[in-house]
Nanobody
Framework: VQLQASGGGSVQAGGSLKLSCPAS???????????MAWYRQAPGKQRELVAE???????NYQDSVKGRFTISRDNAKKTVYLQMNRLEPEDTAVYYC?????????WGRGTQVTVSS
């Protein structure tokens, strides 16, 4: 099962984007108990964790995005989101969604986010 993230694009600094990652092929009972996360990888850099949402509803964010990004999930739609506000050029990267549950770990195909100054 491979997920497909969408919602990326090119924006100016200060703009917003909302990434989506539907996980329709993961059964609902697994999805609702899964850990969700968004990672990103900038050119020449390693993939890094941006935000995570545990099955218990706890969230954790990379310090650089705290207060600007929000991770959320819609269990009915089996979709994980990343709302990104006040984007900065340093946020430019390919963003990947990740779902970790009882049936395995799933990655989404990345979506490019480019922020210009």
């Amino acid at each position: 099962v491979q997920l497909q993230a969408s919602g990326g694009g090119s924006v100016q600094a200060g703009g917003s984007l909302k990434l989506s990652c539907p996980a329709s092929r993961i059964i609902t009972s697994v999805f609702v108990k899964s850990r969700m996360a968004w990672y990103r990888q900038a050119p020449g850099k390693q993939r890094e964790l941006v935000a995570e949402l545990t099955s218990g509803g706890n969230t954790n964010y990379q310090d650089s995005v705290k207060g600007r990004f929000t991770i959320s999930r819609d269990n009915a739609k089996k979709t994980v989101y990343l709302q990104m506000n006040r984007l900065e050029p340093e946020d430019t990267a390919v963003y990947y969604c990740n779902v970790e549950g009882a049936s395995g770990t799933y990655w989404g195909r990345g979506t490019q986010v480019t922020v210009s100054s």
